[in-house]
């Protein structure tokens, strides 16, 4: 189903993102299958907006274009 999902998405030249994922197997198949984007509690666990902002935080600042 997974692959079914993502072949329709790329053939009409849409992004795939798969929510929900929750363990190592999953984010594999959806790796396997060239799945674009996911979020889901094997990634990241929900959090406020202070969490958010550590997380951008400690990404530093944005690249300058030349």
């Not at 929900?20 to 959806?30: K, Y």
């Not at 996911?38 to 300058?64: M, V």
């Amino acid at each position: 189903l997974v692959r079914n999902f993502v072949e329709l998405a790329r053939a009409h030249g849409l992004e795939t993102f798969a929510e929900g994922i929750e363990d190592q197997d999953q984010l594999d198949q959806l790796q396997d299958e060239e799945c674009q984007s996911g979020q889901g509690f094997l990634l990241a666990r929900p959090t406020n907006a202070g969490g958010i902002e550590q997380l951008f935080g400690n990404l530093g600042p944005p690249p300058t274009s030349p």
